[in-house]
């Protein structure tokens, strides 16, 4: 794509990034841009940035993300077939998968995301930006006042003002930049937090919009973005499922419950029929069992991280804008794993308490289908020592799909 520019907003405090940015930049015919006050983290240099910026078009890139000769040519042409497109996503796409666990758990469920969410997501008009591997309109970013420096999930905040002014977005679902992937527990921890707080902290804002200007978006555009800011409530509803049959096995609570049968009768085939549901659709894309278990373990995983970035996002705590670091080997400590630990804890003495239970006569349909719950989560929540092995740098395993 002959016309474009180049450029590298370079945040950098540090003299020897500085100077290996200006390196780059005259090794490639790269722009740099500096600016003198640092705020608002990505969204603030972005932001000034735009200020002085002649272009029709700014495509965004991570500093992590390769993308291919022929983005522009493909997502340019789709601004240019409607003015009222404020701004095209394309995918993210891991190509580190075979370093560690976590990279190959976090590739699964970005796949997840982009290969069906968001192509439902376009249709109603409602995908939001990503905050890589995107081409906005200026004018259109301009007109909502740049960039949300308010939100540590700037992107998620931007793309609702974007929709309320009467713009439109589109999802181009063909992979057109490859990145990376956090390698480890803590870095994917940190990247989980940062978007969990980040957009319940947008939900706050999205239902005084919703109040306030109904009319500013379809009711389909609603209904998305609140799916959207809800989701990270997941880590909740992960708590309160592993909690209650733990509670019912050691206090009896609750004394009453639906007959095992009739549980047993609508509940297993539900639950066998919704995963070979979505087990037969990630196989059509070619993915391995293996590689959806690392997918689906490790967000139960993340219930913790979760949870506490619920709690900061609904109470309004600001959160201190974090990049993801990449390509580093490191463990969590033992001590830092209490949460699992101490979950692993009350499952398995959950389970003792249901033994006793049973050896007394109680009802062994009640009490043995909680004590294959405990059994369950009890297997799952071991899966954090997994995780938690240090990664193999360097060695790289491409994912099918």
């Not at 090794?27 to 932001?47: E, P, Q, S, T």
């Not at 301009?142 to 420096?149: A, I, S």
């Not at 690392?294 to 974090?322: D, E, I, N, Q, W």
């Not at 050896?359 to 059994?375: K, L, Q």
Request: aromatic share 16%; proline share 4%.
């Amino acid at each position: 794509y002959p016309r474009k520019n180049i450029y590298l907003l370079d945040d950098s405090s540090e003299k020897k990034y500085m100077v290996e940015a200006d390196v780059l930049g005259n090794k490639f015919g790269i722009k740099v841009f500096r600016r003198a006050v640092r705020h608002g983290a990505k969204a603030g240099v972005i932001n000034d940035f735009l200020k002085c910026m002649k272009e029709k078009y700014i495509a965004v890139f991570d500093a992590d993300q390769n993308p291919m000769p022929d983005f522009l040519k493909k997502t340019i042409s789709i601004l240019e077939s409607d003015p009222k497109i404020g701004f095209v996503q394309t995918p993210q796409f891991y190509t580190n998968i075979g370093v560690s666990p976590i990279s190959k758990g976090a590739a699964i469920q970005q796949s997840v995301f982009y290969e069906n969410i968001c192509e439902s997501k376009s249709a109603s008009n409602s995908m939001f930006c990503c905050g890589t591997n995107v081409v906005f309109r200026k004018k259109a970013l301009k007109e909502v006042g740049g960039f949300d420096e308010d939100s540590i999930t700037e992107d998620f905040a931007t793309s609702v003002k974007i929709h309320m002014k009467g713009y439109k977005s589109r999802y181009y679902n063909h992979v057109c930049a490859f990145g990376m992937a956090p390698e480890s527990l803590q870095a994917y921890f940190k990247q989980q937090t940062r978007w969990a707080a980040g957009t319940i902290g947008v939900l706050r804002k999205l239902l005084k919009y919703m109040a306030t200007r109904p009319r500013a978006m379809s009711v389909y555009q609603w209904w998305e973005y609140f799916l959207a800011a809800t989701y990270y409530f997941i880590g909740w509803a992960f708590f309160f499922l592993m909690i209650c049959p733990i509670v019912y096995l050691i206090f009896k609570v609750p004394s009453f419950f639906l007959k095992p049968e009739i549980y047993i009768a609508t509940f297993i085939p539900y639950f066998l029929l919704s995963a070979l549901v979505f087990y037969s659709t990630m196989r059509v894309r070619y993915y391995t069992i293996a590689q959806i278990y690392y997918g689906a373990v490790l967000g139960l995983l993340s219930f913790p991280v979760l949870m506490k970035a619920a709690v900061y996002g609904l109470l309004g705590r600001k959160m201190k804008f974090t990049v993801t670091e990449k390509g580093k080997a490191e463990k969590m400590s033992l001590l830092s794993l209490w949460p699992y630990m101490s979950m692993i804890g009350l499952n398995l003495t959950a389970l003792g308490f249901g033994y006793l239970r049973l050896a007394r006569g109680e009802s062994p349909y009640a009490i043995g289908m909680n004590m294959m719950w405990v059994f369950y989560h009890a297997a799952l929540l071991s899966g954090i020592f997994i995780f938690n092995s240090a990664p193999v740098l360097g060695r790289v395993e491409p994912l099918k799909g």
